[in-house]
C-alpha cells in the first residue's frame, strides 16, 4: 500500500507529472468530488498535497 502510495506521489512531483502523453497542463488529475458528512476533504485542494488515508476496521 505505502510503496503504491509513494509511487503515485513521485509521478505527481516529477516535471511534467508523467501526463506527458495526456495533452493536459495539469501536473496531477483533478480530485473526485466526495464528501464524508459534511466535510469535504478535497475542496479547495488545488495546488497542494492532499494525503487521505484508509482505514479498514477488523
Known amino acids: 500500500m505505502w510503496g503504491g ?3 503515485a506521489l513521485v509521478l ?3 516535471p ?3 501526463t506527458e502523453s495526456q495533452g493536459s497542463s495539469a ?5 473526485p468530488e466526495w464528501q464524508i458528512e459534511e466535510s469535504s ?3 479547495n485542494s488545488r495546488g497542494s498535497v492532499t494525503v487521505v488515508a484508509l482505514l ?3
Request: aromatic share 0%.
Open 16 to 18: 511534467g507529472g508523467g
Open 5 to 7: 502510495l509513494g509511487l
Open 27 to 31: 501536473r496531477c488529475k483533478e480530485p
Open 56 to 58: 479498514q476496521a477488523s
Open 41 to 43: 476533504p478535497m475542496q
Open 12 to 14: 505527481c512531483l516529477l
